[in-house]
C-alpha cells in the first residue's frame, strides 16, 4: 500500500508561483511513475504532468507545458510540481498519483494511489 500527502497549494495572484509536494510512504517500496492531475468543480480530471521513477522522463499537458515543472526529490519518495507563471484558469484541486509501474502514462485510469488533493487559487 501507498500514501500521498500533498501540500504546498494555497491563493496566489496571477503570474505568481507555487510549488506543490507529494510525499509517498508505504511498506511496499518499489518503483513507481509519479503523476499530477487537477481537477476543477464540475470538470473531469485532468491530466498535468507526469514522471517516470528514474526522473529522466517527464510529459507535461499542453495547457501546462513551459511554465510547469515536475521532479523528484533525492530520495525518490517525494514529487514535486513547480508551477510558474500561473493563471485562473490554473485554478483546481491538484492531485498527486501513483502507478505501479516505470512506464509511465496520462490516463488518471491508469494509476492506481491517489492523494486527497490540495487546492490552488490563482486571482486575477
Known amino acids: 500500500q501507498v500514501q500521498l500527502v500533498e501540500s504546498g497549494g494555497g491563493l496566489v495572484q496571477a503570474g505568481g508561483s507555487l510549488r506543490l509536494s507529494c510525499a509517498a510512504s508505504g511498506r511496499t517500496s518499489s518503483n513507481y511513475a509519479m503523476g499530477w492531475f487537477r481537477q476543477a468543480p464540475g470538470k473531469e480530471r485532468e491530466f498535468v504532468a507526469a514522471?517516470?521513477?528514474?526522473?529522466?522522463?517527464?510529459y507535461y499537458a499542453d495547457s501546462v507545458k513551459g511554465r510547469f515543472t515536475i521532479s523528484r526529490g533525492n530520495a525518490k519518495n517525494t514529487v514535486y510540481l513547480q508551477m510558474n507563471s500561473l493563471k485562473p484558469e490554473d485554478t483546481a484541486v491538484y492531485y498527486c498519483?501513483?502507478?505501479?509501474?516505470?512506464?509511465?502514462?496520462?490516463?488518471?485510469?491508469?494509476?492506481?494511489?491517489w492523494g486527497q488533493g490540495t487546492q490552488v487559487t490563482v486571482s486575477a
Open positions: 514522471i517516470a521513477w528514474s526522473g529522466d522522463s517527464t
Open positions: 498519483a501513483a502507478r505501479l509501474a516505470i512506464v509511465v502514462r496520462t490516463s488518471k485510469d491508469d494509476y492506481d494511489y
